[in-house]
């Protein structure tokens, strides 16, 4: 019988082993997304694939990746034949992923000749083919059109590279060596977390390390209940929207959130959202979950370890063939914009049984940007960036500027390094005045980024939203100012649709990014003097 002081030895162990891993992921890794912008995630799962620890990293992967193991193992990949020196890797979102970006790797840990524990990672990886450079492209009507999808495979078996697979992606990529370096990254992260769980098996022994599971899971799982019973019971409706889909032009496509709390359990019903669009701003269930999940965490209080115990108390409702559980072979590439929008109504749900927790509304989307140039003898540089707004204000407090919220928890890439590997220039980087909500407490301001080509051929993917509907202000404060962006030529500005793929530019050509703040809590007018006079004298409102 392990006592208590052990699981918590024990529970505290495994997140540093996560940790470790994450470590290992920004030492060695050799993209910008990954290495700088740090989109990538690692976990520790029990020996049948839930979540018992995590690093510091992208909520969005992290709720999700329990649920892409689980379906590995019930549908595709048979554990008994999985053994101790085989890494599985997958990006199919309609086998357990996200999108084809994100390629995941998993290997199992055994002790004894007994399964004791999975260790995964995740990167969102800097190009996988496709339409657009990237892989983000915003116009595709398929999964297709979006990449190479890579179903449930051994990319090492047996301790040994499996040369086809890793032959057959970098037939499929612009830039190969970027991509297998990240994905060497993840396989050495993987050794790092499995040396880790052996270190605590040996003091432990593997019946030891099953039964410190199944108790940290059930401790979770306890204290997610009382934070859900903690809540008045009560049935919750909030709906935000995406502007479009950009195949449909100007269709909006609603995310409508029926919450209801009832004793020690939560209910999210997804049935009034859109059905699953032509363009790829679809999610999968999986995906969608995880929003749902991460909402009602935020809004427990915490006290208690992030894990899959978590998410026991809590029900999702989403038929399928609605775009927060769409169908194969519905295209993908922009799912975070449908989670941050789940995200947004779920806290605007929340706000109504605990308004004391919930903010208003943050800037709710990926804004991500592609710039591909290519030289005379045809090789292509790719960047991809990740650009983020302001987050809502509080109850107590202003929002925070430029800061990343709910899903997204990315860094920036350094301006030197971008200028240091790539024919562009940042010519502006600023915070955007008045792109925050006016409230009691004013919603952090969004960012203005301005990039300048200096190549003689380039071609630009945007995927965005937020250029319409505004993040929204909770408790009479108001919206955020929404983005936009635009080509300047030749002096001229010219607006971009936000959803755009491969738009031909020139040397001298500058883009430029504004993006959404947050939204403000509170009546404006209950904003005192002092906090006002502060807004004009840096700069953050004009007016």
């Known amino acids: 019988m392990i006592g208590p002081v052990d699981i918590e030895v024990i529970r505290n162990a495994l997140t540093a082993a996560a940790a470790e891993m994450d470590v290992t992921i920004w030492r060695t890794s050799r993209s910008t997304i990954v290495r700088e912008l740090l989109d990538y995630s690692t976990a520790v799962f029990d020996a049948n694939g839930w979540n018992l620890a995590q690093s510091a990293r992208i909520p969005g992967h992290l709720n ?40 995941i790797a998993y290997r199992p840990v055994f002790h004894e000749g007994k399964r004791i524990a999975y260790v995964g990672a995740l990167c969102h990886h800097i190009d996988v083919g496709g339409l657009a450079a990237g892989s983000y492209a915003a116009t595709t009507t398929e999964i297709f059109q979006e ?36 994905l060497t990254s993840q396989i050495a992260s993987l050794e790092v977390g499995r040396q880790a769980l052996l270190r605590l098996a040996t003091r432990y022994g593997a019946d030891g390390m099953t039964e410190a599971a199944a108790r940290i899971l059930d401790q979770s799982e306890a204290g997610m209940r009382a934070a859900i019973a903690a809540m008045p019971d009560g049935t919750y409706e909030f709906t935000d929207v995406l502007d479009d889909d950009g195949v449909d032009l100007g269709k909006t496509i609603n995310i409508a959130v029926t919450l209801t709390i009832k004793g020690d359990e939560a209910v999210a019903d997804l049935s009034a959202c859109s059905a699953q669009s032509k363009g790829p701003v679809n999610a999968t269930l999986a995906s969608s979950n995880s929003a749902v999940m991460y909402a009602l965490m935020c809004a427990s209080g915490g006290g208690f370890a992030m894990n899959a115990g978590c ?13 927060v559980n769409a169908q194969a072979p519905a295209p993908v590439a922009h799912r975070v914009a449908v989670t941050h929008r789940l ?17 208003a509304a943050y800037y709710g989307n990926s804004y991500v940007c592609t710039f591909q140039t290519i030289k005379a003898d045809a090789k292509r540089d790719v960047l991809v960036e990740i650009e983020i707004g302001g ?38 980087y600023e915070l955007q005045p008045d792109s925050g909500g006016a409230g009691e407490h004013r919603g952090g301001l969004g960012l203005l980024r301005e990039w300048r080509v200096n190549s003689p051929h380039c071609l630009f993917t945007a995927n965005m939203d ?26 001229k500005e010219t607006p971009i649709p936000p959803k755009s793929d491969n738009k031909p530019l020139v040397e001298g050509d500058r883009v430029r990014l504004v993006t959404s703040g947050g939204g403000g809590f509170g009546k404006p007018a209950a904003r005192p003097a002092e906090a006002q006079a502060r807004d004009r004298a840096m700069g953050y409102v004009t007016g």
């Not at 999808?149 to 090492?156: E, G, Q």
């Not at 998410?311 to 775009?323: D, E, F, H, K, Q």
């Not at 937020?466 to 030749?490: K, M, N, T, V, W």
């Open 391 to 428: 987050s809502g204000g509080t109850p107590t407090k202003d929002g925070v500027n430029a800061y990343a919220s709910g899903m997204h928890n990315n860094s920036n890439i350094p301006i030197e390094m971008i200028e240091n590997q790539m024919p562009l220039t940042i010519t502006r």
């Open 343 to 359: 995200l947004n109504a779920m806290f605007g749900a929340l706000h109504q049984a605990v308004p004391d927790r919930i903010p």
């Open 147 to 182: 990449g190479l999808r890579i179903p449930p495979v051994k990319l090492i078996e047996n301790g040994k590279r499996n040369d086809g697979v890793w032959a057959m992606i970098r037939q499929n990529i612009r830039k190969p060596d970027l991509l297998l370096g990240d």
């Open 64 to 103: 999700s990746m329990s649920a892409a193991l689980r379906t590995l193992l019930t549908e595709y990949v048979d554990a008994e034949a999985w053994g101790p020196d085989d890494v599985v890797i997958t990006n199919d979102p309609y086998c357990g992923g996200q999108h084809l970006p994100d390629i």
């Open 311 to 323: 998410y026991r108390p809590i029900s999702v409702i989403a038929p399928a063939g609605l775009v």
């Open 466 to 491: 937020r250029f319409q509907s505004q993040p929204y202000g909770l408790a009479g404060g108001e919206p955020a100012a929404p983005g936009h962006l635009l080509l300047i030529r030749d002096g």
